[in-house]
C-alpha cells in the first residue's frame, strides 16, 4: 500500500513534465491540451458552483418554493 501511495504521489509531480513534452511536440498538440484544460477547469469550476449552492441552500432554508397553499 506505501509503494502505490509513493507511487502515486511520485506520478503526480512528475505530470507537468509530462504535459510539457507533449505540448512541445506539435503546436496541435499544444492547442488541444490547453482547449482540454479549459472545457475542464470550466465544467468543473460551474459543478462546483451548484453544489456550493445547493449545499448552502440545504443549511439556510432558503432558495426553495415552499409547499402549495390552499385557498380558503
Do not use: H
Not at 50 to 61: M, P, Y
Request: proline share 6%.
Amino acid at each position: 500500500m506505501q509503494g502505490l501511495l509513493s507511487e502515486l504521489l511520485q506520478s503526480i509531480i512528475d505530470m507537468p513534465g509530462w504535459f510539457i513534452d507533449v505540448a512541445l511536440n506539435d503546436p496541435l498538440a499544444a492547442l488541444m491540451l490547453a482547449v482540454g484544460a479549459v472545457i475542464t477547469t470550466v465544467s468543473v469550476a460551474f459543478f462546483g458552483y451548484l453544489s456550493l449552492g445547493a449545499v448552502l441552500s440545504l443549511f439556510s432554508g432558503s432558495g426553495g418554493r415552499g409547499p402549495p397553499q390552499a385557498n380558503r
